[in-house]
């Protein structure tokens, strides 16, 4: 009796043991350039740009300000990932000389998202809502294309 008690109740442990441990992995957190934490989950319900630019990069510099713009909706969040690893007040100041406004995270989330680094510059990943990567895009976006790919 005992034995077939922990055969049947073994396995429903299991299962919720695993079902903690992985919930747990679908909730990473990323240091912002300003020291705060942000939980990547508490981006659910939105969309979600992370674009990867550098000082040196002239497209970069060309999409800031429509990125800025979309920033402003509140259905999108526009992260901005230093391609060079800049980080603390270095970082601070590109951001203040290149007039970005939009968030900057101080780590590559790409790694943890199961992103692969891109190639060239500037890229975009666009996240759903849902927290599913719907695309990346290579090259200066604009507002308006991005906003059409959203469909907002």
């Known amino acids: 009796m005992r034995l077939q008690y922990i055969q049947r109740f073994i396995p429903i442990g299991l299962v919720l043991a695993g079902a903690l441990v992985l919930s747990g992995c679908n909730r990473p957190s990323f240091q912002d350039a300003q020291g705060q934490t942000l939980d990547w989950s508490s981006l659910r319900g939105q969309w979600v740009v992370v674009n990867y630019w550098a000082e040196w ?90 906003r059409a790919l959203m469909d907002l």
Do not use: H, Y
């Open 57 to 146: 990069c002239k497209p970069c510099r060309e999409e800031i300000p429509e990125l800025n713009q979309l920033d402003q909706s509140p259905e999108v969040t526009v992260l901005g990932v230093n391609f060079d690893g800049i980080t603390g007040e270095p970082l601070r100041a590109v951001a203040d000389k290149m007039q970005i406004r939009f968030r900057l995270l101080a780590e590559d989330p790409g790694p943890a998202l199961d992103w692969k680094q891109p190639v060239g510059l500037p890229a975009s990943f666009i996240v759903t809502p849902e927290g599913k990567l719907l695309e990346a895009r290579f090259g200066a976006q604009t507002e308006d294309g991005l």
